[in-house]
Nanobody, 123 residues
Framework: QVQLVESGGGLVQAGGSLRLSCVAS????????MGWFRQAPGKEREFVAK????????NYADPVKGRFTISRDNTKNTLYLQMNSLKPEDTAVYYC????????????????WGQGTQVTVSS
């Protein structure tokens, strides 16, 4: 199995920045495509970004393009999400997830999930 633990969430003013981290343990981290999802109160969990096992390919949801950057350091078994120019609508619980195959833009394509970290953006 793969265990994922997110950190780095918090309260920030609109326009500010946060960097989320996700540390993986268990199976070999580098074999998994990794993604970030978020879920606001009363909303479905939605795709934010994903990155290939090699780190060479990334995809972003339209609302975060140009503001968020996903990256990974396989030597540290860690996934990152750099979030800049944060907006109140970015407020959500952010989850990292690992996929061994499937639809990387859907929650159904991921096999393992972290506990989530709260990001709150005030205006």
């Amino acid at each position: 199995q793969v265990q994922l633990v997110e950190s780095g969430g918090g309260l920030v003013q609109a326009g500010g920045s946060l960097r989320l981290s996700c540390v993986a343990s268990g199976r070999t981290f580098s074999r998994y495509t990794m993604g970030w999802f978020r879920q606001a109160p009363g909303k479905e969990r939605e795709f934010v970004a994903k990155i290939s096992w090699s780190g060479g390919f990334a995809n972003y949801a339209d609302p975060v393009k140009g503001r968020f950057t996903i990256s990974r350091d396989n030597t540290k078994n860690t996934l990152y999400l750099q979030m800049n120019s944060l907006k109140p609508e970015d407020t959500a619980v952010y989850y990292c997830a690992a996929s061994s195959g499937g639809d990387y833009l859907s929650i159904h394509g991921y096999d393992y999930w972290g506990q989530g970290t709260q990001v709150t953006v005030s205006s």
